[in-house]
C-alpha cells in the first residue's frame, strides 16, 4: 500500500508530468487561458489516461510480448490512446454541449498529448504491475490537474494591460510556466530513499 | 510628529521600515561572516538599481531607480539569502530575474505573482548549484549540509562540529535572531501581521519536533535548529508576509503559512536542495490565486 501511495505522490507531485518531466505542454498552455476548462479537462485526461494505462498494460502482456510483437507497442498504444479519447468524446458531447464547445479541438487532441503516451510507455518500460500502471495513470493525471488548476489561476491574475505588449498573452503565461518548473524543481529527490 | 506606530498605507513607508528591519541582519550578517556577505549586499543593491532604470526606461518612465523602495527589499533578501562564499555576479544573476522577469515582466510592483526575491534566488540555486555548494575551504559545510550527511552520527555528536552554533547553524543562527529582531520590529509598526509568520513558524516547528526522534542519529534536527537555521526567519517574517504572492483571507493565510513551513522541513530533510525556503515560498506562491479565487467565489464577488 505505501509504495502505491509513493507512486501516486510521485507522479502528481515530485515527478509532475507537465512541470517536472514537460510532457502535455500543449493542453496545458492551451485550455488554460479559463479558468473553468481547467478542471473538466483533467478529468477528461485522467479518465483518458486510466482506461488507456489499463488497456495497454493488457495489451502489452497478453498480446504483444508473447508474440515478440513489442516492436509494434508505440502504434497499438496510440490505437488504444485514440479509441479511449473517441469514446471520451463522444461522451462529452452528449452529456455537455457547452462543455464540448469550450474545450474544442483541445479535446480530440488528447489523442496526441505526449503524456499519455508517455505515462503508458513508462509504465511498460519500468515493468509495473497492473494495479501500480493504474495508480502512475491516476497519479498523473492529478500531478496535470494541479498544474493546470494553479496556472489557470495564475493566468487570470496576470493583469495584461500592465505587462509589455511583445509579452503579454501566451509569451509571460510560458515565463510564468518557467517559474512554476523551477518551483516544482525544489521538490526534487524527496521520495527518492524510500524505493520508488 | 510621524507617530511609528500607526498602521503604514503607502508601499514607499512600509518598504522604508522593512528596510530598517532589514538593516539589522544585514550588519550581524556582515560581522558573523566578514566583509564577503556586505560585498553581496552591495552588488546586489547596484545591480537592483540597474535593472528597474533600464526597465523603467524600456517603458517610457521616469528611469530613476528605487521610487518605491521594494527593489532594494528584494536585492537585500537575495544578498542575505546567499552564502557569503558565492560569488557576487551570482547576486546580480539572482537579482536580475527577480526584478526583471519576476517582477518588471508581470507589470512591475503590486502585479507579479511569485515573490520577486525567492523567485531569483531559485532560479542560481537550480542553475548553478557548484557555484552555491557550501562547503568550501574559508566557511566549512553549513549546518544544514552537516545534518544531512552525518552518517551515523546522533545529533549531539554531530551538533558538536564546526558548523553547529548555540541555536542552528554557526553564524546563521545569529542572522536568524537578527531577522527574529526586525520582525518583531515590524510587528511594532504593524506593517506585517503575526498570522504568517507564526503559522510559518508552527509550520516548521512541528514536522521537525514530530520527527525529532529525540537526538537519534535517524533524527532530522529540533525546532529550535530549524528556527534559526538557513533562511527560516527572513522567511517567517519578510517573505511569506509579501502582501502581494500571498492570500488575504485570514483561513487562507494560515493554510499558505504552514504549508511554507512544512514544505521547507519536507525539502531540508528529504529533499536535494541544502535549503527548501525559496522554493517552498514559490509552491505557495503558485496556491495563492487558487486560494483568492476560493475567497472570491465564496464572498460572491468577481476574482
Known sequence: ?196 | MINWFAKPTETPVIMDRVLIALALPVAVSAWVFGPMALAHCAVALAAGAGFESVCRFARNRTPWPFADRSVPVTCLLIALAMPPSAPLWLSVVAVGIGVVLAKELYGGLGRNVFNPAMAGYAAVLAAYPQALAHTDATTGATALDALRFRGAMTIDEASGGPAFGVLGGAGFEWVNAAALAGGVYLLLVRVVHWRLPLAVLVGLGLPAAIFHDAGSSASLGSPVFHWFAGASMLAAFFIATDPVTAPRAAGHQWLFGLGVGALVFAIRAAGSHPDGVAFAVLLGNLATPVLDRLRAARSGQAP
Open chain 1, 1 to 196: 500500500m505505501a509504495d502505491l501511495l509513493l507512486i501516486l505522490l510521485s507522479a502528481a507531485l515530485v515527478n509532475n508530468f507537465v512541470l517536472v518531466q514537460f510532457l502535455g505542454l500543449c493542453p496545458f498552455v492551451g485550455t488554460s487561458a479559463r479558468f473553468e476548462t481547467t478542471v473538466p479537462m483533467t478529468l477528461a485526461t485522467m479518465f483518458v489516461l486510466a482506461v488507456a494505462a489499463v488497456a495497454t498494460n493488457l495489451l502489452h502482456h497478453h498480446l504483444l510480448a508473447p508474440f515478440g510483437l513489442e516492436y509494434l507497442r508505440i502504434i497499438a498504444f496510440i490505437v488504444v490512446i485514440a479509441a479511449c479519447v473517441q469514446f471520451t468524446e463522444l461522451f462529452v458531447r452528449a452529456a455537455s454541449p457547452l462543455l464540448h464547445r469550450m474545450l474544442g479541438l483541445y479535446l480530440p487532441l488528447i489523442t496526441t498529448n505526449c503524456a499519455v503516451l508517455g505515462v503508458v510507455l513508462i509504465a511498460v518500460d519500468e515493468g509495473l504491475s497492473l494495479a501500480r500502471t493504474l495508480v502512475l495513470a491516476i497519479g498523473a493525471g492529478a500531478g496535470f490537474g494541479v498544474a493546470i488548476v494553479a496556472f489557470a489561476a495564475l493566468r487570470e491574475r496576470i493583469n495584461d494591460d500592465a505587462v509589455p505588449a511583445p509579452l503579454r498573452g501566451v509569451p509571460l503565461a510560458l515565463v510564468t510556466v518557467g517559474f512554476m518548473a523551477l518551483a516544482f524543481h525544489g521538490l526534487r529527490g524527496i521520495g527518492a530513499g524510500m524505493g520508488a
